[in-house]
């Protein structure tokens, strides 16, 4: 049985930086896609950052280029976001998922529907 969980969470003023984790336990084959996304209040799940296990190739939502960066430690099975100049914008749940083949179409973060397994979600809140 796969389990993630997040951390790293807090609330930060806008211009701050934050770095989510995100553990796995239980199998997830490398051949796929592990990353993140995020819900604000009243608004659908997004794709902010998905990075293939083998691979290495990262994907991420035209919001966040240049400011979040998707990284993984394969022998901890974990997946890291660093994200930089926030924005009060970003303020969201930010969840953890993995498991699916696809990590992006057209270099967009596939939708959430591909992904099995998913986390219970860290708070990320900006203030101005």
């Known amino acids: 049985q796969v389990q993630l969980v997040e951390s790293g969470g807090d609330s930060v003023q806008a211009g701050g930086s934050l770095r989510l984790s995100c553990a796995a336990s239980?199998?997830?084959?490398?051949?796929?896609?592990m990353g993140w996304f995020r819900q604000a209040p009243g608004k659908e799940r997004e794709g902010v950052a998905i990075?293939?296990?083998?691979?290495?190739?990262?994907y991420y939502a035209d919001s966040v280029k240049g400011r979040f960066t998707i990284s993984q430690v394969n022998a901890k099975n974990t997946v890291y976001l660093q994200m930089n100049s926030l924005k009060p914008e970003d303020t969201a749940m930010y969840y953890c998922?993995?498991?699916?083949?696809?990590?992006?179409?057209?270099?967009?973060?596939?939708?959430?529907?591909?992904?099995?397994?998913w986390g219970q979600g860290t708070q990320v809140t900006v203030s101005l």
């Open positions: 239980g199998y997830i084959s490398n051949y796929g896609c």
């Open positions: 998922a993995a498991g699916s083949r696809y990590c992006a179409h057209g270099g967009t973060p596939a939708a959430p529907s591909y992904f099995p397994y």
């Open positions: 990075i293939h296990l083998a691979y290495g190739n990262t």
